[in-house]
């Protein structure tokens, strides 16, 4: 079946290093999408893996690995702003339709 | 700017009655989408469009109906079918089935009173 794996919510120190895992299962791969949603708005694209390996963005670094159905987003020296639910999702090859995870809830403290 | 207009953003809803959601997008984008979103799940695919007069059910498409008359426009109308409406509505649209981002318009609320 189709799955998307995320924790539900994380608590991270503002300054410091947090990662967001997101673990898949889906009949095909052609891409994964990682957002940010800040609470009552639309979710904002961060980054795009298709391959394997680490894409760098500034604070933000987003890997994958699709042998093992794996991503992670790494966000750096976090700042206040950055509290906002993540979402994880997996474009499937057989219709190019997104299934997304339910979104990981990031709480920065001072 | 480019990007995607919803409208309204909050909309309340007598029960039995059919409400329209607007969407529209000025950055000539092939494929359109609209989401639901409740609290603690993920976003689930209602109808999408990859093309101007063509579109396809996605997974909770009952109780809703779309059109796409014109490639910069995909209202999606929430029926008196749809026993349980009340959700945040998501538009969005990509470059064509496998463009690598997929920009999101503001967002609807809707509340069924």
């Given at each position: 079946?189709?799955?998307?794996?995320?924790?539900?919510?994380?608590?991270?120190?503002?300054?410091?290093i947090v990662q967001i895992n997101c673990t898949y299962q889906t009949s095909g791969f052609n891409g994964l999408f990682w957002y940010q949603q800040h609470a009552g708005e639309a979710p904002t694209f961060l980054s795009y893996n298709v391959l394997d390996g680490l894409e760098e963005k500034g604070r933000f670094s987003s890997f994958l690995s699709r042998?093992?159905?794996?991503?992670?987003?790494?966000?750096?020296?976090?700042?206040?702003?950055?509290?906002?639910?993540?979402?994880?999702?997996?474009?499937?090859?057989?219709?190019?339709?997104?299934?997304?995870?339910?979104?990981?809830?990031?709480?920065?403290?001072? | 700017?480019?990007?995607?207009?919803?409208?309204?953003?909050?909309?309340?809803?007598?029960?039995?009655?059919?409400?329209?959601?607007?969407?529209?997008?000025?950055?000539?984008?092939?494929?359109?989408?609209?989401?639901?979103?409740?609290?603690?799940?993920?976003?689930?695919?209602?109808?999408?469009?990859?093309?101007?007069?063509?579109?396809?059910?996605?997974?909770?498409?009952?109780?809703?109906?779309?059109?796409?008359?014109?490639?910069?426009?995909?209202?999606?109308?929430?029926?008196?079918?749809?026993?349980?409406?009340?959700?945040?509505?998501?538009?969005?649209?990509?470059?064509?089935?496998?463009?690598?981002?997929?920009?999101?318009?503001?967002?609807?609320?809707?509340?069924?009173?």
């Open positions: 079946g189709q799955n998307i794996d995320q924790p539900t919510e994380m608590t991270a120190t503002e300054g410091a042998s093992k159905g794996y991503s992670y987003l790494l966000l750096k020296e976090l700042q206040m702003k950055d509290s906002a639910s993540y979402l994880c999702a997996v474009r499937e090859s057989s219709n190019y339709q997104l299934i997304w995870g339910a979104g990981t809830k990031l709480i920065i403290k001072p | 700017d480019g990007g995607i207009t919803q409208s309204p953003k909050y909309l309340f809803r007598k029960e039995g009655q059919n409400v329209t959601l607007s969407c529209e997008q000025n950055l000539n984008h092939d494929a359109m989408y609209w989401y639901r979103q409740d609290p603690g799940q993920g976003l689930r695919l209602i109808y999408y469009s990859q093309i101007v007069n063509d579109f396809q059910k996605g997974d909770i498409a009952e109780g809703y109906s779309v059109s796409r008359e014109k490639k910069e426009s995909f209202p999606l109308t929430v029926t008196s079918a749809q026993k349980n409406p009340t959700a945040f509505y998501l538009c969005a649209s990509s470059q064509g089935a496998t463009g690598n981002t997929i920009y999101f318009g503001e967002g609807s609320w809707l509340t069924v009173v």
